[in-house]
């Protein structure tokens, strides 16, 4: 294999106009958050019911995605894959701006977010949730000593073993994670140990689509070539993953229906839920999970690059489901404060009518939601237009010298 | 150091909801911020439909939820002030990750949607932090045990009304409402129950009434199969809860 060379991207108008619209994406997300902090959280669709809202699905869904943009990199120094080393670089600094872009939203949703400090210095260790802050902060460190070995030429002999620390740091991190609604023995729409592994599987899948976007679309708009190699590698691998997390998605229903204890609840996100079975079957397993395997392995489209990119926004679109549905869908069924018995009606707090708690986000929460995406592609857009994080050409002969000419 | 524990005697309790008002006053919450509940439920159909209900402090519970999840150590229990659950709101950050952990249901966002109109935060606007300033305000304050107006974008929940017990004299097994001598250490909501369907005592103290009343007409814990293990027991039919409607097998 050639030796790779990195450049940076040309900062023409069409960079600074995209600068530009995602800066007035992060400005629109700031007034919400002055909107949300200065009325009072009640402005938001979230209630004493619904705790956790559009922003914690913006958050956790990046957080999650930040440790699965790292798969290239950990592919390329912990197994060896050379063909993807040329990418590592672009990997890591995705890693980072995803997750800093999701801990952005999660720090401006907390009802004291000037306390942060306290977060930073007041840890307790039996809190799944103090760990995380931990995690993430380590992540965000251990990454960014991974890109310095990989950017560095005196450096590159540590590449290998910071690969492997930051690969074994984001396994926990997303553990960690999928922890956060695993632990919460009193709700029952979390409450399961699956969620650990499955939150592991759904990172590799929605952090390989946005990494395959950013990349095909950053190589797209500098006019790079990108060959056909190490695209039908990525989306293989893609399609392994999308087909992982569902394997976990069924493994969890279906064994949280083997406990009569938790019929209520799968029937409610599977049936009965209103908008929950709706974004379960039609967003998450139709249109996130069946039609990218269509399109990434059906003879017709596999080769299409048009195809791949439909396949990565709809995995995106899948997983951004599948996140909604956990975390809103498990606080949406009510607390069965009476084991065995059923509750018809209540008139103070409790679900009327229709069973289960409603949650109507609000414009603000969106705006927020959208400015951690922003603040992530805008580090990553301004990271490659100042330092050499992309490989001047992945054509088929740079990244695999046998490949057909 | 007293363990303090609430009865409820279910078959005594008529659901008047003047513990949720005497709560309310006490505490200076705002309207839907009910630390001490009544929930309601109907049973069965009609022509044989029935009322039921369920007053609901927080349950002060001894291996408690809320206390492991919380990530700044904000929310604690207090062995040294009888084993109360507290929100300490200097440090609460507003996660409300305490909110989604405990299984009763009994923690609040101070910063909730307004349930009366017109808003009372823009009638009595909140001063020197506070979320709202009423015209009465309980004089008793202490942030760090989550006691008076509740600051902006925290965690509020039920304090036992620590800052009346805390005063009772040490060793006292019960605190009743009928005693002169101890009526202003008990909790507002047991003072007010018009048919006496609480009480309040020691449940380390084995004279205590509360121990005697949970021993002769077994109390019950709600949700005991948590492991959470509420200081606050219910007795009575209802509270076994043979009373709600079983689900109908499918």
Known sequence: MKKTLFTQIEGGKSFYALLAALGAVILMGMFAVYYMEHDGHWVTGMNNQIVWGMPHVFAIFLIVAASGALNVASIGSVFGKKIYKPLAPLSALLAIALLIGGLTILV????RPDRLIIAMTHYN????????IILYNGFIALVAVYLWTMMEKRMNRYTTVAGYAAFIWRLILTTGTGSIFGFLVARQGYDAAIMAPMFILMSFSFGLAIFMLVLMNTYKWTDRPIGDVILRRLKNL???????????VVTMYITNLYATEKHGVVSFILRD???YPFLMWVGYFLLGTLLPLALLFHPATAASRKAITAACWLVILGGFSLVYVIVIGGQAYPLEIFPGYEIISSSFEGPVGSGFYAYYPTLAEFLLGFAGIAIALAMTAVAVNVLRFLPHSLADEEVDPHAKG | MAKWGMVIDLDKCTGCQACTTACAMENNTLPGESWQDVL????????????????RPCMQCENPSCVHVCPTRATYKDMDAGGIVFV???KCIGCKYCMIAC???????????????PDLRDIFPGQKGQLWSPPYQNPEEDWTRGIGVQPKGVVSKCTFCHHKVSKAPPGTPDLDEDNPALKEYVPACVRTCAPKARYFGDLDNPDSNVNRLIGDKHGVRLKDSSGNKPQVYYLGAGAGVPAFQPKPRS
């Open chain 1, 108 to 111: 401006l949703d907390l009802g």
């Open chain 1, 273 to 275: 839920g209103g908008i």
């Open chain 2, 40 to 55: 309601y439920y109907h049973e069965g159909s009609y022509p044989s439909a029935q009322m039921k209900w369920l007053p």
């Open chain 1, 238 to 248: 893609l399609a392994i993953f999308v087909a992982g997390v569902l394997y976990f």
């Open chain 2, 88 to 90: 300490d709101w200097n």
């Open chain 1, 125 to 132: 260790f039996k809190s799944i949730f103090a760990w995380n």
């Open chain 2, 103 to 117: 299984p009763y249901g009994v923690r609040f966002y101070a910063d909730e949607k307004p349930l009366l109109e």
